[in-house]
């Protein structure tokens, strides 16, 4: 008879508990694992954009001579009308002059300068540029002024006289002037334009339009000029009280600069005019030449001017809050990223936009987080940047989502 060998009931329990802790131990690990597991970014997704429209200006130009307008900082403003080859541009050459002078004897905005006696030699070109029937002003021999007093009667009441004694007295005489303006052009790459003498009562001294609107920038930059050209009066000894030969100034904006007047270059004015649009202050420089007298001139300058000037817009490149993507998580929550803040930008005619924008790798993040940027390019104007931003908070899904959806965060 055989015996039935029994085994100890310990024994055939432990595998199960072995198997049961082991289950334990592998659920709790899960679970564990489930709730602590960092999440993968959310997808992110880029709105397309919506760029604003603008138009291409009609400006009034007159149908003689030759024109030419630009606002300041804004090159894709620049137009012309009529000739582009050089013309006589008269007066204006004491533009010219007054930047080559202040090159050899320079003057800070503010101060006088220095004393200039003016001499027999100096005197004697009163009669000669009067026989010619160009402006002239009283310069006795001896009679001292400030060079920026002499400044002021050359540039305002357009002297032609005191344009050729400056000369003298920066350079000696007009022959050495002419090489100093010859030099000074090339300097400035005003190509187009040729300056044999200083007063302008040269028919041949000639330049083009874009080239008189490259000087009128220089002037303008010049604090010395700047202020003379805008004074329409002043007082100075033995000259007596002289007015600004340019009519416009003060009207529409009008600050100066320089006119014009030859049988062969017609009646001409290099002028510039501020306006306020956009909250800043805009520059707008011309010059029209050939123009039969200067009351119907300046008719036409209040025009063109006026067209520029109504083609400045304002451009919203974004308003806060707009939306320039999406973030997609795996638990079906969406967030936008939005504008920070709202960007607008001043522009003048037709102007394209486009904008590009970055997206940062985010999981989770709160209300108002900076999550990228949108960067903004704008037909000549520097590139905008503007911060991006979570609109509504991306939270953690909780424990219960996590331990239900293995493997999908």
């Known amino acids: 008879m055989s015996r039935v060998v029994r085994r100890p009931r310990s024994a055939v329990r432990r595998p199960v508990t072995i198997s049961v802790i082991a289950v334990l131990v592998l659920a709790v690990g899960y679970l564990v694992a489930a709730a ?15 760029a604003p429209t603008s138009s291409v ?14 606002a300041t900082d804004f090159p894709e403003s620049l137009r012309t009308s009529g000739d582009t080859k050089p013309r006589s541009i008269a007066s204006i050459t004491k533009v010219v002059t007054a930047l080559v002078v202040l090159d050899e004897k320079p003057m800070a905005a503010g101060e006088s300068g220095p004393a200039i006696t003016f001499t027999p030699k100096m005197e004697s070109l009163y ?11 009283p310069m006795p021999a001896g009679l001292e002024l400030t060079e920026h007093q002499a400044f002021q009667v050359m540039l305002m009441k357009s002297a032609n006289n005191y344009a050729g004694a400056l000369a003298i007295w920066a350079f000696g005489s007009i022959a050495e002037y002419e090489q100093a303006a010859t030099k000074w052009l090339e300097e400035h790459d005003l190509d187009d334009t040729t300056i044999h003498e200083p007063t302008g009562l040269d028919p041949d001294n000639t330049s083009t339009a874009t080239d008189l609107v490259d000087l009128g920038q ?37 600050e100066g600069i320089k006119t014009g007047t030859l049988d062969e270059a017609g009646a001409c004015l290099l002028f510039a005019a501020t306006y306020e649009r956009g909250g800043r202050d805009v520059t707008v420089i011309g010059v029209m030449l050939g123009g039969v ?23 919203t490149l974004t308003h806060a809050g707009q939306t320039f993507g999406t973030f997609s998580t795996p638990w079906q929550d969406e967030a936008d990223a939005v504008s920070a803040k709202a ?28 999550v990228g940027k949108v960067r903004f390019t704008v037909t000549d104007h520097d590139p905008v940047t503007v911060p991006l931003v979570l609109e509504r908070a991306i939270d953690d899904p909780g424990v219960w989502w996590r331990w239900t959806n293995p493997f999908q965060g």
């Not at 602590?36 to 919506?50: D, I, K, L, R």
């Not at 300046?298 to 083609?311: C, H, K, P």
């Open 36 to 50: 602590v597991v960092p999440f993968a970014p959310a997808s992110a997704t880029t709105t397309t954009y919506s």
């Open 218 to 254: 220089l002037a303008l930059a010049n604090p010395v000029v700047k202020e003379i050209v805008g004074t329409k009066d002043v007082t100075i000894p033995t000259v007596g009280e002289i007015e600004n030969s340019n009519k416009l100034l003060g009207l529409d904006g009008i």
């Open 57 to 70: 200006p009609a400006l009034s130009f007159p149908g003689y001579g030759a024109t030419a307008v630009e």
């Open 293 to 315: 007298d200067h009351d119907s001139l300046d008719v036409d300058v209040q025009r063109l001017l006026r067209s520029v000037a109504d083609n400045f817009q304002v451009v």
């Open 343 to 370: 960007a607008e930008v001043l522009v003048w005619g037709k102007t394209k936009v486009r904008a590009k924008a970055h997206l940062d790798r985010v999981t989770l993040g709160t209300k108002g987080e900076r």
């Open 127 to 137: 009669a000669k540029y009067a026989a010619l029937n160009g402006e002239v002003a």
